[in-house]
């Protein structure tokens, strides 16, 4: 695992507690996964990243058939495999207090609920946003977003959208 410091103009990147990979996993610095670890542990495994310099990637074990998608909008490929979700309702009775989770679908995202957000908050950990996929508040936040460290312009803040 290489780790690019730099976009494809050379510019640096910001500084992130958890660099990007994919929807579908979670990257996380020294720090961050061993202030995580305890909250995390249940709902998968962290498997260290060789070449990566103390980088872990977190596996969501826990599968929850939690998608209701008879009032979800969903896109599917030919065979009916899923390609895309565009809205999202959830059973919150299979999520029960599952802090995160994946769909048993193929190449699903992490799902997280608010729990794990805080915790990230509490910490002071930078460098990662969260998209509200569902919610049955009235007036939810939207977005969350914890700029990287080195953006002194940006007010750690949950910011809605």
Known sequence: ??????????IPRGYSDFPWYGSHVLILRSDAA???RDIMRPY?????????????????????DALDEGRSEIIRFDDGDILNIEHYVFHQEVI???LIFKLPYRASNLYMQAGFIEQI???????????????DEVHPVR???????????RKRQWWWR
């Open 34 to 36: 061993e202030g995580l």
């Open 44 to 64: 998968g495994e962290f498997l260290p990243l060789k070449g990566g310099n103390g980088l872990e990637l977190f596996n969501a074990t826990t599968v929850l």
């Open 121 to 135: 908050n509490g910490m002071g950990l930078y460098g990662i946003g969260f998209a509200l996929v569902w919610s």
């Open 96 to 98: 029960g207090n599952s």
């Open 143 to 153: 977005k969350v977003i914890f700029p990287p460290r080195d953006q002194p312009y």
């Open 1 to 10: 695992m290489d780790l690019l410091t730099e976009d494809d103009e050379g």
